[in-house]
């Protein structure tokens, strides 16, 4: 195993440790908004997710929290063209 890979290991498993504390200590909401969702996630990245169909709102139009998080932690940007190729 590469030291890269290895990294990348310990940094998903302190994410999703952290994660499973937080919703074990808090009663945090299951859904946010598209707004918050902005906020943390940076408008383009949820609006091209929300284009390519990976995320989609219910019907109270909010967006599943590990859903996000799930689809933040696996972007490595592949669906996107470069500034070259726009």
Excluded: H
């Excluded at 994660?19 to 996630?41: H, V």
């Amino acid at each position: 195993m590469e030291r890269s890979e290895l990294i990348f290991l310990l940094t998903r498993t302190a994410a999703a440790g952290a994660i499973k504390a937080l919703a074990l200590c808090e009663n945090q909401p299951e859904a946010i908004t598209k707004s918050q969702a902005y906020r943390l996630y940076g408008r383009s990245d949820v609006d091209r997710w929300l284009n390519e169909k990976l995320l989609i709102p219910n019907t109270k139009n909010r967006l599943d929290k590990a859903a996000l998080m799930r689809i933040a932690s696996r972007s490595n940007r592949n669906t996107y063209l470069p500034v070259a190729e726009r």
